[in-house]
């Protein structure tokens, strides 16, 4: 649960979706009621079918709920028109996806700066290029602006896309399945900027269907068939750093320098 002294920087109530499919009307979310707290790092989680998709889309104001009411640092954005909740997402919100949706022949920075060309905040060329230029040396991409996505590792791709996030100073990022993707080193790696950026009092709403990835969060909230089943904070928190740690030792033995006598 969200700690109640914290503002809150998400609030659900009574949320509700049905979809009509022909003449059948789905409950993709049933009425799901929670409080997430500014500075708070939470993993949605669920099976196919379980509706967290459906509750990421409203979350993303990418969707609006059948019923119910959805405040954003404040705002009651339930039922604004598409282009207000266009505005609400790039003011407000930072979104990283499995597929890091880059644009491919476009360098990292430029795909960072993307967000703030649609900004109602104006800088300048140069002003611009040096927030980029920040947010990708945050993510450990420092002097790599240059490279285009064919260019990067997947794990490199996912960092800019984290950056992209981060660009526009959100309430809130929302990540869909970042790890999806990633080999297990990478996704530990990126677990390690989330944790590090929410150490930093950066609100953090994750999807992911894979318990070990929900462990480095600080709370874990499950749905089921559109209603939340369990909510509860991470009783054995993984931390990504320590992890990375063990695993550079463990390579090291295994795969110890060797010394060729000339």
């Known amino acids: 649960m969200a700690d109640s002294s914290a503002t809150v920087a998400v609030r659900l109530e009574d949320i509700q979706k049905t979809y009509r499919t022909g003449e059948v009307d789905v409950k993709a979310v049933r009425g799901v009621s929670i409080e997430i707290a500014q500075g708070e790092f939470v993993a949605l989680m669920g099976s196919s079918g379980s509706g967290k998709s459906t509750l990421m889309n ?5 969707d609006r709920p059948t019923f119910g009411r959805y405040f954003l640092d404040g705002e009651d954005v339930s039922s604004l028109s598409r282009d207000a909740l266009a505005d609400v997402r790039n003011r407000k919100l930072g979104f ?3 597929n890091f949706n880059l644009l491919s022949r476009t360098s990292a920075l430029e795909n960072v ?3 703030l060309l649609y900004s109602e905040v104006a800088l300048t060329s140069i002003e611009l290029r040096k927030k980029a230029e920040e947010v990708l040396a945050a993510v450990g991409l420092e002097g790599r602006g240059d490279h285009t996505p064919s260019q ?4 490199q791709q996912q960092r800019v896309a984290i950056a992209r996030a981060l660009i526009n100073d959100p309430e809130v990022i929302l990540a869909d399945e970042p790890t999806g993707n990633l080999d297990s080193r990478t996704s530990v790696e990126v677990m390690e900027i989330f944790q590090r950026l929410n150490d930093k009092g950066i609100t953090i709403v ?13 709370r874990n909230i499950v749905m089921k068939d559109g209603l939340v089943q369990s909510d509860r904070a991470v009783a054995e928190r993984l931390n990504a750093l320590a992890e990375l740690e063990t695993m550079t030792t ?3 033995l295994a795969h110890p320098a060797t010394n060729v006598s000339q």
């Open 206 to 218: 994750m999807v992911t269907h894979e318990a070990d990835i929900a462990a480095y969060a600080r």
């Open 113 to 115: 700066e993307l967000p």
């Open 96 to 98: 990283v996806f499995q």
């Open 152 to 155: 990067l590792s997947g794990g």
């Open 250 to 252: 463990v390579d090291a």
């Open 58 to 62: 409203i979350l993303g104001c990418l």
